[in-house]
């Protein structure tokens, strides 16, 4: 129960016990008291309101005092300067990509010791043509560094088509693609390559530019971790990343941001699939559950949905799921699926109690959500995307 002052407490001691009137009058008295009572603890309670929402925007406004920009892809998110953020499963083209802070001498080394490995492992034949091509590459953009076409994989058979019997031949090579340069290394490898398009795969290198400050691109690019390609790359590339990130001060709070364009959009979005899957949940799940936001949002110029909810995993634990989605288009590098969640409550060892509360989880989200732009475009009404 709120706290009454005690000058209330007399007041209503007065009206209603220190006489004893009867009739109409008694009601007329107990009517104007619980009147009186009712306005004061409204009068309270919004001061009150008002107090929390101070306290919670002060704190939160402390948590993002200072921010950085972080380039995930196309795109720039401001997080606090205290967050750790990693960039991981980067893949352009079929072709998985790792980036790492290394020295020119261990780079050469680690080359070095790579080719001799490639000859030294006979192929599938048993013979000595495991390595098919070796290919030095020097770019523009300070990368230099070899190409290595390996390991050549050949399925045949045959199958049927109709009444009729068809032969069929598959092959696949793997590519190991290293390169270096201003103290940044860039390893592009597949397992099993289209053979027809290991051409672009010096393509690819003859855009990338290395970056290891992380700083933000001042052109049109897609960012990795340490580097980033120059300009726009063809949608069938299929360019993907994904970033993590947590923050210090609250460890229980992550943040997860999916980037994947050229790939077909969901038949259903993120809040019809939200609502089918509060359908299939037992009643006594779903009365865990409360949505505090649900809806349309525009982030990064990209026409969204958002679902915001507060989970109650147990009698001392209560989390938060924010979700933010784009569904994406298959034609367009600028208009990727987009998904961008926050969580609360995440623990090493499964869910623990939240550490911010329903306003401040909110107030924290928003912030951080809002910061989303395109690389080196900015949004306006004509420029706006909605998935397809």
């Not at 009068?43 to 925007?57: F, I, M, T, Y």
């Not at 409360?290 to 026409?303: F, H, M, S």
């Not at 869910?351 to 989880?361: I, Y």
Request: include cysteine; glycine fraction near 8%.
């Amino acid at each position: 129960m709120r706290w009454i002052p005690s000058r209330w407490i007399g007041w209503w001691r007065q009206m209603v016990g220190a006489r004893r009137p009867s009739g109409r009058l008694a009601g007329a008295l107990a009517a104007i008291a619980i009147i009186g009572m009712a306005t004061a603890w409204a009068v309270v309670s919004a001061h009150d309101l008002r107090s929390q929402a101070g306290k919670d925007r002060r704190e939160v406004a402390r948590m993002t005092a200072y921010m950085k920009p972080t380039c995930v892809g196309r795109f720039v998110i401001e997080l606090p300067a205290y967050a750790e953020a990693k960039l991981t499963m980067a893949n352009v083209d079929g072709l998985d990509i790792a980036t790492r802070l290394e020295s020119l001498a261990d780079f050469q080394t680690r080359l070095a010791d790579r080719e001799a490995e490639l000859r030294a492992t006979p192929d599938r034949l048993d013979g000595d043509m495991n390595l098919e091509l070796v290919m030095p590459i020097k770019t523009a953009n300070g990368l230099f560094g070899k190409i290595f076409l390996y390991g050549r994989v050949v399925t045949e058979g045959t199958q049927a088509n109709g009444l009729a019997i068809e032969g069929y031949r598959y092959e696949g090579i793997a590519v190991d693609a290293l390169v270096h340069g201003s103290g940044v290394s860039i390893d592009l490898t597949a397992d099993a390559y289209q053979p027809a398009r290991t051409h672009q795969v010096a393509q690819l290198i003859s855009q990338l530019v290395p970056n290891p400050e992380n700083e933000i691109p001042p052109e049109t690019g897609f960012c990795l971790d340490h580097a980033y390609f120059r300009g726009l790359l063809n949608p069938d590339q299929a360019e993907r990343i994904t970033m993590n990130a947590r923050l210090t001060s609250h460890p229980d709070i992550a943040f997860t941001l999916k980037l994947a364009a050229g790939v077909e959009p969901d038949a259903k979005g993120l809040i019809a699939r939200t609502a089918e899957s509060w359908e299939r949940m037992p009643l006594m799940d779903r009365a865990r559950l409360a949505t505090l936001r649900a809806g349309q949002r525009i982030v990064g110029c990209l026409i969204g949905e958002e679902v915001v909810e507060r989970v109650v995993e147990s009698d001392t634990v209560a989390v938060h799921s924010f979700w933010w989605e784009f569904n994406g288009t298959v034609d367009d590098v600028m208009a990727p699926h987009f998904s961008f969640t926050m969580d609360t409550g995440v623990g090493d060892r499964g869910p623990v109690p939240a550490s911010l509360s329903d306003s401040r989880a909110v107030l924290l989200w928003d912030q951080i959500s809002s910061s989303i732009h395109a690389l080196a475009s900015k949004c306006s009404p004509s420029a706006q995307r909605t998935g397809t």
